[in-house]
């Protein structure tokens, strides 16, 4: 499991027993059509919504820039949610610009091991859920050439090479099975072979013999 994504389920740990509930995760934020960010999770408390970015590591600078600009396109409130601190400048920019931060430590004594075994499942089932989009059905003879180039190589060039595409070329094909809903934005080549070989096993079971 990556760290981001055991980060975000520490995170949702830490957001119910603050009485968040989770309404949203990857919310992405478009702007005349085009994206021009995400955020990790959209949260509710009261009738409040909150734009919660998660870091594995420790806040930045420009992490809390970031998280707070994030918050004000989408009109909900900010709150980050990480380790630490990277230095006092990041500390003290979080208060002045009111961006609510959750230390992780300080609720890993909270956290029982029935909580950390129903997050663990609760992983692998999203992580599935994400890798396997619904419209693995609804796929172009261009989308599984290149399924099958990601599925076959190592990296992120050869497959490349393999769909006989430059690697701009294939970014920018990336990009638009995205948008059509074919592959999702995953972290990571290896990730993204996973994705690639998943909805081409899922097609194959859907096939009517």
Same mark, same amino acid.
């Given at each position: 499991?990556?760290?981001?994504?055991?980060?975000?389920?520490?995170?949702?740990?830490?957001?119910?027993?603050?009485?968040?509930?989770?309404?949203?995760?990857?919310?992405?934020?478009?702007?005349?059509?085009?994206?021009?960010?995400?955020?990790?999770?959209?949260?509710?408390?009261?009738? $409040?919504?909150?734009?919660?970015?998660?870091?594995?590591?420790?806040? /930045?600078?420009?992490?809390?820039?970031?998280?707070? *600009?994030?918050?004000?396109?989408?009109?909900? =409130?900010?709150?980050?949610?990480?380790?630490?601190?990277?230095?006092?400048?990041?500390?003290?920019?979080?208060?002045?610009?009111?961006?609510?931060?959750?230390?992780?430590?300080?609720?890993?004594?909270?956290? /029982?091991?029935?909580?950390?075994?129903?997050?663990?499942?609760?992983?692998?089932?999203?992580?599935?859920?994400?890798?396997?989009?619904?419209?693995?059905?609804?796929?172009? /003879?261009? $989308?599984?050439?290149?399924?099958?180039?990601?599925?076959? /190589?190592?990296?992120?060039?050869?497959?490349?090479?393999?769909?006989?595409?430059?690697?701009?070329?294939?970014?920018?094909?990336?990009?638009?099975?995205?948008?059509?809903?074919?592959? *999702?934005?995953?972290?990571?080549?290896?990730?993204?072979?996973?994705?690639?070989?998943?909805?081409?096993?899922?097609?194959?079971?859907? =096939?009517? *013999?």
């Amino acid at each position: 499991m990556g760290r981001g994504l055991w980060s975000e389920l520490l995170a949702e740990l830490v957001l119910e027993l603050e009485g968040f509930e989770v309404v949203k995760r990857q919310e992405k934020i478009l702007r005349g059509g085009e994206e021009v960010g995400e955020v990790d999770i959209i949260a509710r408390k009261g009738n $409040d919504l909150f734009a919660v970015e998660v870091k594995s590591g420790k806040i /930045s600078v420009g992490d809390v820039r970031q998280a707070y *600009t994030n918050s004000v396109l989408l009109g909900f =409130k900010p709150l980050l949610i990480a380790r630490g601190f990277s230095d006092k400048a990041a500390e003290e920019l979080a208060k002045e610009l009111g961006v609510e931060v959750f230390l992780l430590p300080e609720y890993f004594h909270f956290v /029982s091991m029935e909580e950390l075994t129903a997050a663990i499942e609760q992983a692998v089932v999203r992580v599935l859920d994400q890798l396997v989009p619904a419209q693995v059905e609804a796929l172009s /003879s261009e $989308d599984i050439l290149v399924l099958e180039a990601l599925a076959l /190589s190592s990296d992120f060039s050869e497959a490349a090479r393999r769909a006989n595409f430059s690697e701009a070329d294939l970014g920018k094909r990336l990009d638009e099975m995205r948008r059509r809903g074919v592959v *999702t934005r995953v972290t990571g080549f290896a990730a993204l072979r996973l994705q690639a070989k998943l909805i081409l096993l899922a097609r194959r079971a859907l =096939k009517p *013999t």
